[in-house]
């Protein structure tokens, strides 16, 4: 595709169920994002990716929160437990990243809204 | 850590003035700064990237200034048009390492532009 798909667009759960999101970056970026955004709040780093390694995961909130990129394309965030604060929207950007700062322009998916009952 | 501040939560204008947006850090030295414009139920969209050792981008009706001495950028929009109206955000560039690539986001100036 064109841009940066994630999914699902929606999702409503209850209260500590397991969530599993989904981001497709960009075909050829190496680099992938994860942030989250509450209602009226700015972008919380969550964690990066670099291929399918994590060199900065320092953003995750808690151990209910992981993530895995397989194939230095699809990443996945799972929330497990999740709890009634997890409710925001959770986006994903990917970037060619490197030493040219261009390429360390990010571009963003549309975002998964999840609300916990 | 580092601190972003974007001036007020919103900022109102009238069509056809310029708008400008502030962005204030602290306790960082970002290679290089970048806006994002994001619209409601939508994600960011990159506009413009400036270097630490630049001054001034221009771009359209858009233009950017980085005081590095201030700590400060400045976002101008020329000529706003109602559809100009969103939120925008600033964006600080990592130089290490281990985050390259990194953004750190600030909060967002909502952007109201009236006929």
């Known amino acids: 595709g064109a841009g940066v798909s994630q999914s699902p667009s929606n999702k409503v759960t209850e209260k500590g169920k397991d969530v599993e999101l989904r981001c497709d970056p960009i075909s050829g970026h190496t680099a992938l994002y994860w942030y989250r955004q509450s209602l009226g709040q700015g972008l919380e780093f969550l964690i990066y990716f670099q291929g399918n390694s994590a060199p900065d995961k320092s953003g995750l909130p808690s151990d209910r929160f992981s993530a895995e990129r397989t194939g230095g394309s699809v990443s996945t965030l799972t929330i497990q437990r999740t709890q009634q604060e997890d409710s925001a929207v959770y986006l994903c950007a990917s970037s060619l990243a490197g030493t040219a700062l261009a390429k360390n322009i990010q571009y963003f998916g549309a975002g998964t809204r999840l609300s916990v009952l | 850590s580092q601190k972003i501040e974007q001036n007020s939560e919103a900022l109102n204008i009238q069509e056809g003035k310029t708008a400008t947006l502030t962005c204030n850090y602290t306790n960082y030295s970002p290679a290089y700064l970048q806006w994002y414009r994001q619209d409601p139920g939508r994600g960011p969209v990159f506009l413009l990237l400036i270097r630490e050792n630049e001054k001034e981008k221009r771009k359209e009706r858009l233009k950017v200034t980085f005081d590095t001495t201030l700590k400060q950028s400045l976002f101008h929009i020329t000529a706003s048009q109602p559809a100009d109206s969103a939120t925008y955000l600033c964006?600080?560039?990592?130089?290490?390492?281990?985050?390259?690539?990194?953004?750190?986001f600030g909060r967002g100036t909502q952007l109201t532009v009236w006929p």
């Open positions: 964006a600080l560039g990592s130089r290490r390492g281990s985050t390259l690539g990194r953004l750190y």
